[in-house]
């Protein structure tokens, strides 16, 4: 395998996307908002219960590849409590990793999409499921549900 | 000199390149063929030597540019066995053809109208529709898909009840450019045309690939693309029965199409120039009629068995592969196969492909719908042309193995 596609495939994304995090509708959200990439497809839905100006939690659904669902996955682990202004914050630094390839020390595991740069095709599924949380954050209150899927 | 299948692969530049350090295996063909350097030279002569505007210079290289654009257009219907030049309109591709036809034919329509299209068509022969639709107040309809994974083909039991005296345009495919599914042409013509409805063929999967008549067919219109065939890119066709075009008012106006104007108004010349506003577009035209000398020389009846016996051995193949599933036609298909495995997505699979120098398209192939009624978002697709060999199967199965195991360890 080369040493892009094994930069691309770190074992952190393949191991969210195995055993997604935080996957599935959250009962208790009061913000959703939805994104799709239509030249390709995918799609992601982020739930959040904002309390006041902190997210108290978050979830995912969708579909994707393996960047888009990992991406998403990792994301809720990391947006959890914080502001939105520290969502936003952490976005911008998301987006720099994948599009530079450069990864501060201190990012930790979002590091691992340091990869995608060498696939400007797949920046848009690696961006994809913030782009939805961000748009939740923006978005209207809405009615939380009562429906679950955890799968 | 006339090609002959031995040396196919030598007659196409670009298959003779790596990609990622391996040879190209090409298998995106549904998407877009590659040229022959007969078409390229074509390209080059033509503005080398003869570029010039048409039907409008009295000189030399106008009249060879008119010769060789009005050559095209005769070589195009003999392509399609079209009873007489006029009937060949040359569009930008597909697209453009259906949507000529579908707003054109979309003005002429009312309220308590149906237009009739099926579950398989390309957004290209669906969207068009649905504009026609909400501009008219007619009622778009569909014949199902029939089976789990489209095996089953169009539903034509259900024919009988959609195709009532209020269907005017029946509007379907020749082959799905995402089941490979060959649909009975001749057949649904036929039964359009028993009911009043006008037929119009989406033939950018079929008329490379296959011999196609149009009179053979029946049909009424019938729209392909340049690029899927062996011609450049920007240039196709919408095929129509002559008695037709010449009612059918024309979509874009402007210089070329009219036969006199004066402040108040203008006359419109009959077809085909009624339909090409603007300066045509002469070259692809021309490189396009070099395509059809190049793939009738070698046989579209050779070309499909070819296309056809490469498809059945991918799909058979494919099938021995853990978690997947194909669509389509477990039977008789074109030459094409699309498939989605349980844990892997078709983006994952493409990118692993290509990086063993294999091309092939994932996604939903401009057929969301249909996907969606499949309880699927994406899948991959392999697709065959005159210049793929076995071999490259083998390059795929093993590419496929590769990712397969890479995800499930
Ligand atoms: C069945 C079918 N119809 C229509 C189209 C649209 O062709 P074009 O993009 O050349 O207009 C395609 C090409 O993708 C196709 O496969």
């Not at chain 1, 990992?70 to 914050?89: D, I, V």
């Not at chain 2, 690029?227 to 070329?256: N, W």
């Not at chain 2, 300066?279 to 490189?287: F, L, R, W, Y």
Request: proline residues 5%.
């Amino acid at each position: 395998m080369s040493a892009d596609l094994t930069e691309l495939y770190q074992q952190v994304i393949l191991d969210h996307n195995r055993r997604p995090r935080n996957r599935g509708k959250l009962p208790t959200a009061n913000r959703v908002a939805h994104g799709d990439n239509p030249s390709c497809g995918d799609q992601c839905s982020v739930y959040l219960r904002l309390e006041g100006d902190r997210i108290a939690d978050l979830s995912f659904d969708g579909s994707g590849c393996a960047i888009s669902q990992a991406s998403a996955s990792l994301m809720t682990t990391r947006l959890k409590g914080k502001t939105a202004a520290e969502a936003e914050a952490l976005f911008q630094q998301f987006h720099d990793i994948v599009t530079t390839g450069q990864a501060p020390e201190e990012i930790s595991d979002l590091g691992a999409f340091a990869g995608v740069h060498a696939f400007p095709a797949r920046i848009k599924c690696a961006t994809l499921g913030w782009h939805a949380a961000l748009n939740a954050l923006k978005g209207d209150p809405v009615p939380a549900t009562t429906e679950t899927h955890n799968d | 000199m006339s090609p002959s299948w031995n040396d196919v692969r030598a007659d196409f530049p670009i298959l003779h390149q790596q990609v990622n350090g391996k040879p190209l295996v090409y298998l995106d063909n549904g998407a877009t063929a590659q040229k022959p350097k007969a078409v390229i030279d074509a390209l080059v002569r033509y503005y080398e030597r003869d570029n010039s505007n048409v039907h409008r210079g009295l000189h030399a290289l106008s009249m060879r540019a008119t010769d060789a654009y009005e050559g095209a257009r005769s070589r195009l219907a003999r392509f399609i066995h079209a009873a007489d030049p006029a009937e060949v309109i040359f569009t930008r591709g597909t697209t453009e053809s259906i949507n000529l036809v579908a707003r054109s034919l979309g003005a002429k329509l009312k309220a308590g109208d149906v237009i009739l299209a099926t579950e398989m068509e390309h957004h290209s022969n669906l969207v068009p529709w649905q504009q026609a639709a909400k501009a008219s107040g007619a009622t778009l309809r569909f014949v199902p898909v029939v089976g789990a994974n489209a095996e089953g083909g169009l539903d034509l039991a259900a024919l009988d009840q959609l195709l009532t005296p209020q269907v005017k345009v029946f509007a379907f495919t020749h082959i799905s450019n995402t089941l490979g599914t060959i649909n009975p042409v001749a057949e649904l013509c036929r039964r359009a045309r028993a009911v009043g409805a006008l037929s119009v063929v989406d033939a950018a999967q079929s008329v490379g690939h296959t011999p196609l008549d149009v009179q053979a067919l029946g049909c009424d219109y019938l729209a392909f693309s340049g690029h899927k065939m062996c011609g450049p890119t920007g240039i196709g066709v919408l095929y129509g029965r002559r008695a037709l075009l010449d009612q059918l008012a024309p979509d874009e106006t402007g210089g070329g199409m009219v036969a006199s104007v004066d402040f108040d108004g203008a006359r419109w010349k009959p077809a085909p120039e009624r339909f090409e506003a603007g300066t045509p577009n002469v070259a692809d035209a021309i490189g396009l009629g070099v395509a059809c000398d190049y793939l009738d020389a070698l046989g579209r009846d050779a070309i499909k068995r070819h296309d056809h016996a490469l498809a059945r051995r991918a799909y058979a193949e494919l099938a021995t592969l853990p978690g997947i599933r194909l669509l389509g036609p477990t039977g008789e298909r074109g030459g094409l196969v699309s498939f989605a495995f349980e844990h892997v997505h078709a983006h994952d699979v493409v990118t692993f492909a290509d990086e063993d120098g294999v091309a092939l398209r994932g996604g939903h192939h401009c057929n969301q719908p249909l996907m969606r009624k499949l309880g699927l978002t994406s899948t991959t697709r392999a697709s065959f042309y005159l210049y793929n060999t076995p071999e490259e199967i083998d390059v795929l199965i093993a590419s496929l193995r590769r990712t397969l195991k890479f995800f499930q360890a």
